[in-house]
């Protein structure tokens, strides 16, 4: 069977009214939420009977679309990372995340003396690659991903990777990095805890694709109490790079 060209992962009450009658091939997953994977215009016609219902669909990555509710509440992240395992890199141009990865640490290393960033958490680190392709500019790189299927996935690959940030002493770090992952958006207490894990004057680096929910991300980082700044002419490729230091 060919690979799917999309998927979208929507709350599952809409199907019956949106999905099925446009004859999109549907896979069930559990009773929350669902991936649907359809062909060539579908979805732009399930993109416009969504935003008549208050739902948005946002294209978080090159074939994937999450709909989004009116409170900027996105269903299914963890689910639909667990579920894709490793067909991850059917998904994502890796090339692309690991020149923006270099471009992370490159800003980081100018802000110290040394000729390596020091101790590193590679925050939404997916199958670990990209953390890999970096760890010779760290004193040492960790990885840690919501989805425990990733954590798997980079901990087969090399990757040391944490199964939760609590169990990282407060300070722990001299940098993190997010590729790709700002823009699935950030809990207060998860900005919390990436404050709580960094060391002081240590600096959280990352990309926030197609700026999808910049503002909120950084009032986020800005009440859990970093010092966030964009860094000025990087946007081209990945989008907005946001520059969070522990003051
Ligand atoms: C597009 S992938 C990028 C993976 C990796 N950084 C790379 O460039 O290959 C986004 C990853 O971020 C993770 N993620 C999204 N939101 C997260 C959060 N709040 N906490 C931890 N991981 C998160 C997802 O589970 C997924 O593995």
């Given amino acids: 069977m060919n690979p799917p060209t999309e998927f979208i992962v929507l709350p599952s009450g809409l199907l019956a009214h949106i999905a099925l009658p446009l004859g999109v091939l549907l896979r069930k997953r559990g009773n929350l939420h669902c991936v649907l994977e359809c062909q060539g215009g579908a979805c732009s016609?399930?993109?416009?009977?969504?935003?008549?219902?208050?739902?948005q669909l946002m294209r978080m990555m090159d074939r994937v679309y999450f709909a989004v509710d009116l409170h900027g509440k996105m269903a299914g992240c963890e689910e639909f990372f667990d579920s894709i395992g490793a067909a991850y890199y059917e998904l994502v141009d890796s090339d692309r995340n690991t020149r923006c990865?270099?471009?992370?640490?490159?800003?980081?290393?100018?802000?110290?003396?040394?000729?390596?960033?020091?101790?590193?958490?590679?925050?939404?680190?997916?199958?670990?690659?990209?953390?890999?392709?970096?760890?010779?500019?760290?004193?040492?790189?960790?990885?840690?991903d919501a989805s425990a299927a990733m954590r798997e996935l980079s901990h087969s690959n090399g990757l040391r990777i944490l199964n939760c940030l609590a169990e990282v002493?407060?300070?722990?770090?001299?940098?993190?990095?997010?590729?790709?992952?700002?823009?699935?958006?950030?809990?207060?207490?998860?900005?919390?805890?990436?404050?709580?894990?960094?060391?002081?004057?240590?600096?959280?680096?990352?990309?926030?694709?197609?700026?999808?929910?910049?503002?909120?991300?950084?009032?986020?980082?800005?009440?859990?109490?970093?010092?966030?700044?964009?860094?000025?002419?990087?946007?081209?490729?990945?989008?907005?790079?946001?520059?969070?230091?522990?003051?």
């Fill in 45 to 55: 016609l399930i993109g416009d009977a969504l935003r008549s219902r208050g739902i």
């Fill in 101 to 144: 990865a270099n471009l992370l640490m490159e800003l980081a290393l100018q802000s110290t003396t040394s000729d390596l960033v020091g101790s590193v958490l590679d925050f939404g680190c997916g199958p670990g690659l990209v953390a890999l392709g970096v760890q010779h500019l760290c004193g040492a790189i960790v990885g840690y």
């Fill in 169 to 247: 002493e407060s300070g722990a770090f001299d940098c993190i990095i997010a590729v790709y992952v700002l823009h699935f958006g950030l809990s207060d207490e998860c900005c919390s805890e990436l404050y709580r894990v960094s060391k002081l004057g240590a600096s959280l680096l990352g990309n926030c694709h197609k700026s999808v929910g910049l503002e909120l991300l950084v009032g986020k980082l800005t009440t859990a109490g970093f010092s966030v700044r964009e860094v000025d002419s990087c946007r081209m490729e990945f989008g907005p790079i946001l520059m969070a230091s522990k003051p």
